[in-house]
């Protein structure tokens, strides 16, 4: 049986591993690039106030996030299924989960996202979006869908720190009005996306 601190302080080890690599990467595509650890305790937070049973991760890369989210999925009694189509990558992650026993929280696939979307049918309540940016706004239309019930949250990383290259896509989830939004200036920011609830005009005039 492994501590939750135990978990914790190893999760730590492996960001600082990673943040490591990446500062000797000129190439980045080479870099592991992980989200920043105050980016990550907000994701764990918000499985937590949920009790968040599904959850999908679009970006594992080495599985920084995953760790996060699989340390509050265990105690949601929740499930992760993690996209990349980087094998390797995904194997790594792989090794880190099955060394805090974490592993049978997640389910890793290593798939092109637009395609999995395109296939899915399964609704969850935490999507986390951290992949390669050019192609979110091809993303939505499907996302959507996997946000379907009322509460369900989209978290994108980077929303700050790479503004111009999502600005695009923050635009598009912006115009739906089925979604209410912001930006969240935690790491490299945190665009927090939030399936509302469906209210007729009829119910919505009893209101008022």
Known sequence: MISNSKRKSYIEQVYQVYHAHDQSQSNRLQRLRSIEPVSAELLSFIVLSKQAKHILEIGTSGGYSTLWLADAALRTQGHITSLDIDDTRQQIAKKHLEHIKLDNCVTLICQDALAFL????????VVLLDAERQFYCDYWCHLKKCLSQAGGVLIVDNVISHAEQ??????LVASDDQFSHSIVPVGAGLLLAVRQNDITKDAYDKLL
């Open 118 to 125: 395109q296939d899915n049918h399964q609704c969850y309540d």
């Open 166 to 171: 999502v600005q695009d896509f923050i635009k």
